[in-house]
């Protein structure tokens, strides 16, 4: 008879790759993410397919890149009934639960998820009949503050976010006891496979936090020692200011302040996703039994280069955290190899022997989990309002609307500090990713 694992899914928002006890920062606590890690496939190159919140979560569920499927900008949105994953797996007889952030701003808030839970369900105004804005509910100028103004706001309290969460937490904890003990009516159905999903909105601004999570990072966190801004017109500046560098438009304290709630965020998604493993636990569930995914839609720059949020290929920005743990079929291992979150797609497909779209560009990483990297394309792209990254082994090529160009060598500059565009040694290589970037944008 065949077997269709449980899935559990764990997304956080805004998460950098290096601020995590697995990846070997000294200050952060991440203990649940730590010993889920601890026996899980750990890929130490894992990358967003668009570093802005939407076309990452888009192109992740439907396993295309943000030119593939239409999502290329933050107001942007998957047409209704888009064949993602979550839809696939319902398809085959999963349950699917989803609570918490998907981000979807169009009229199909489920988007093959079977049951959503205490979610983002929003849609935007423009995905409803076109018409001006009535004159009782003019358009507020702006989406959010600049950057500094958040980074002066830092500091302890409960933002809107950390109550979402909470909701979301409770949410999914709730569908968990539905599934595998419902006593009341005796309605659970333990043997149906789920794939459980959770999405958290931390550690994604603001900079608020909770106060002894706060007070217990902020004299133990330590800026980013590259500070100066990148001259590029796009790469230099933040996403809603101009640069804010430390020592100049904000104060070392100030950036420290955010820092540390930042910092304290992610303690406290740490924190829930143990309650959701004490859940599953409690039910009767042994983890071992379970894929379990772990990831972020992009990163946070937190000052180095002189910039704060996303949007940028900088890897505090463009690179994620990733691990898959499935410990009765794969051993712990760190994989070196470049992937990307589109890449989820076919892999949960092939470990829950789920069919696969054929049209999709995700490839699964099977191989990789298994140890077999000998046939691995060492490549991946990520995409931004037409700006375009290009990364193959460790040499970095960025390619921008205005024709500019650079290229980064990560194994000789990690810190992305100098292009090497101009200098002979980088001739081929930088001919191979020109044409690879044409080729791209083509399929």
């Not at 106060?211 to 500070?227: E, I």
């Not at 200098?423 to 690879?436: H, K, M, N, T, V």
Request: glycine content about 6%.
């Amino acid at each position: 008879m065949k077997s269709y694992p449980n899935v559990l899914f764990l997304m956080s928002d805004e998460h950098r790759f290096d601020v995590s006890g697995f990846a070997g920062n000294p200050i952060v606590r991440t203990p649940n993410l730590d010993r889920l890690a601890q026996d899980a496939v750990v890929f130490d190159n894992a990358y967003s397919p668009g570093p802005v919140c939407v076309p990452a979560r888009q192109c992740m569920a439907v396993g295309k890149y943000p030119h593939q499927c239409g999502v290329m900008r933050f107001e942007d949105d998957l047409p209704p009934q888009s064949n993602t994953f979550a839809r696939r797996f319902t398809e085959t007889g999963y349950r699917t639960v989803a609570s918490g952030k998907l981000h979807h701003h169009g009229m199909d808030q489920m988007q093959g998820w079977q049951v959503r839970i205490a979610g983002d369900c929003e849609i935007d105004r423009r995905f409803f009949t076109p018409g001006p804005a009535p004159a009782l509910a003019p358009p507020v100028p702006g989406r959010k503050w600049s950057e500094s103004r958040e980074i002066l706001r830092a500091g302890p309290g409960d933002s809107a976010y950390a109550r979402r969460d909470r909701l979301a937490v409770q949410g999914l904890k709730d569908g968990i006891y539905e599934q595998f003990v419902d006593s009341y009516y005796d309605r659970a159905d333990p043997n149906q496979p789920v794939l459980l999903y959770l999405g958290l909105l931390n550690p994604h601004y603001p900079y608020i936090a909770q106060q002894d999570l706060f007070d217990y990072y902020l004299n133990r966190v330590q800026p980013y020692p590259n500070k100066t801004p990148f001259p590029h017109p796009f790469l230099g500046k933040c996403p809603n200011d101009g640069p804010v560098v430390i020592g100049e438009q904000v104060t070392e304290r100030e950036a420290r302040r955010a820092m540390a709630a930042y910092y304290a965020n992610i303690e406290t998604i740490d924190r829930q996703f143990g309650e959701i493993l004490h859940e599953l636990e409690q039910a009767g569930q042994d983890l071992d039994d379970w894929i379990i995914v772990y990831t972020s839609d992009h990163g946070e720059l937190l000052g180095e280069h002189g910039v704060w949020e996303k949007q940028k290929f900088f890897e505090g920005s463009a690179r994620v955290p990733l691990f898959i743990r499935f410990p009765k079929r794969f051993a712990p291992r760190r994989v070196q190899q470049n992937v990307n979150l589109v890449d989820l797609y076919a892999t949960l497909c092939e470990l829950c022997g789920v069919q696969a779209p054929a049209d999709i560009a995700s490839r699964s990483l099977v191989p990789l989990l298994e140890g077999n990297a000998a046939q691995w394309n060492n490549e991946t792209f990520s995409e931004w309002d037409d700006n375009l990254m290009v990364k193959q082994d460790a040499l970095k090529y960025h390619l921008y609307p205005d024709g500019s160009e650079l290229l980064f060598d990560l194994a000789a500059d990690p810190g992305e500090t100098r292009s090497v565009l101009h200098e002979e040694a980088y001739a081929a290589p930088l001919q191979r990713l020109r044409e690879r970037a044409r080729q791209f944008l083509q399929e």
